[in-house]
């Protein structure tokens, strides 16, 4: 599977941001952001739908749709594969109004990030059994961004973070921010598992008491 493929005259906040404007003043259809970044530049596009997971703006009805296709990009990925994406899937239109703010602000967080990231690590983040091991990584955080605690603060927030680093060490071959990006995931599990308990906890002193 292709990793970067993005235009090397761009930085991925430029693409990113370039990938932003534009689009239709209404809605816009996952196809046409998927063709924006280019198809074949997966991984890019794992970055792209995590961004409006981490500016403080709302993007109604994405959490669902885009942690399916990180969960899709993370299969493929790990069959080194450019992934199935049903066509139901990309006919889904998302509101443009708030997903370009959303863009255009991460855009300038992938900024001060993408400064810090080059080659390293090389054990996390090259060869063909750590690039499946990343790829199902990249599933199960995908997995969590679609967990129903979206009113919940930092319920999205963390997974984004742990997918945006894991696309970036892999687009960038830097194990280091891949590293970063089992850290979160493992910290939004434990986040999680809190909340359940604490709603645990909570419904036992409603009802039980």
């Keep these: ?17 370039r990938a932003a404007r534009g689009l239709p003043p209404d809605s816009v259809a996952v196809q046409e952001l998927l063709e924006r970044v280019g198809e074949s530049g997966m991984l890019l596009f794992a970055v792209f739908l995590t961004v409006p997971f981490l500016v403080p ?6 959490s669902t749709v885009f942690g399916l296709l990180i969960i899709l990009i993370g299969i493929g990925v790990t069959a080194n594969r450019l992934p199935w994406l049903p066509a139901r899937l990309l006919q889904k239109k998302v509101a443009s109004g708030p ?10 967080l992938v900024a001060r990030i993408e400064k810090l990231l080059h080659p ?3 054990a996390l983040a090259r060869g063909a059994a750590i690039s499946r091991f ?6 199960f955080a995908g997995i969590l961004l679609m967990a129903p605690f979206g009113l919940v603060p930092f319920s999205n927030t963390l997974p984004g ?16 921010f891949v590293f970063f990006g089992y850290v979160l995931t493992v910290v939004t599990v434990v986040y999680f598992g809190f909340l359940i308990w604490a709603a645990y906890k909570a419904g036992t002193a409603i009802f039980g008491g």
């Design 1 to 17: 599977m292709t990793t970067r493929t993005h235009d090397p005259d761009l930085s991925l906040s430029e693409t990113l941001i």
């Design 57 to 62: 703006v709302s993007v109604p009805g994405v």
């Design 99 to 108: 997903l370009t703010k959303a863009l255009e602000q991460g855009a300038r």
């Design 120 to 122: 390293r690590w090389d």
């Design 134 to 139: 990343n790829g199902m990584m990249l599933v």
């Design 161 to 176: 973070l742990a997918i945006l680093c894991l696309a970036l060490g892999m687009l960038e071959q830097d194990g280091l």
